[in-house]
């Protein structure tokens, strides 16, 4: 069955520290990889898509087959990236994972 | 500029009443999703279309219809709005092709009391 994990729901960090969002998922075949971003009182948008290897608002993803994951990474968390981040994978529609809430403290 | 929109933005109801929610997009999209967000479970998908007079059932879809008579709107009905219904609900579209981006509207918070 698909299934996509994002095992962490509330990821709290400080400003300017690294941050990783986890991403794993479990899938036949190869799925596209997206993360979506919905900010404070704001509607969801495209993060980043695996598949353009685009760098957004200093956020990357690597797809690893070997582990099935799709990591969302920053080095350098801002106030403004706090927001609640989806994982969703696609061979069709888009399967969300349940979320992770980021927090970063000033 | 093309969008897409909800309406309306917050509806409160009772147990039992149809209750319609409007989706309208702009961007001439032929694929149009309903989805509902719920603390714990993320996006569900209740509905799809990928086009006039096409309808799909999607992994929440009991208790939801639509229909698309039209490539603007997927008017997504609750024939006997339950309580367990209460959530966000966010239409999104997209157009054809394999996997693309998909835009969501602003969402619509209904509560069924």
Not at chain 1, 82 to 87: H, N, P, R, T, V
Not at chain 2, 50 to 78: A, F, M, W
Request: glycine share 8%; aromatic share 10%.
């Amino acid at each position: 069955a698909q299934r996509v994990t994002q095992p962490e729901k509330l990821l709290s960090v400080f400003k300017g520290a690294p941050v990783e969002l986890k991403c794993n998922y479990s899938y036949s075949g190869s799925p596209e990889l997206f993360w979506y971003v919905q900010y404070s009182r704001q509607r969801l948008q495209l993060l980043l898509r695996h598949i353009s290897r685009e760098s957004i608002k200093g956020f990357t993803a690597d797809l690893n087959k070997g582990e099935t994951s799709f990591h969302l990474k920053k080095p350098f968390a801002q106030e403004e990236d706090s927001a609640m981040y989806y994982c969703a994978p696609s061979q069709g529609n888009l399967i969300f994972g349940k979320g992770t809430k980021l927090s970063v403290k000033p | 500029d093309a969008e897409i929109t909800q309406s309306p933005r917050h509806k409160i109801t009772e147990t039992g009443r149809q209750v319609t929610l409007a989706c309208h997009q702009t961007w001439n999209h032929n694929n149009m999703f309903w989805y509902r967000q719920d603390l714990g479970h993320g996006l569900r998908l209740i509905h799809y279309s990928y086009g006039v007079q096409d309808t799909n059932k999607g992994e929440v879809s009991d208790g939801y219809s639509v229909s698309r008579s039209n490539t603007e709107d997927l008017p997504l009905t609750l024939e006997s709005a339950a309580s367990s219904q209460t959530s966000v609900y966010f239409c999104a579209s997209s157009e054809s092709g394999v996997r693309p981006e998909q835009f969501f509207g602003p969402g619509t918070r209904l509560t069924v009391l």
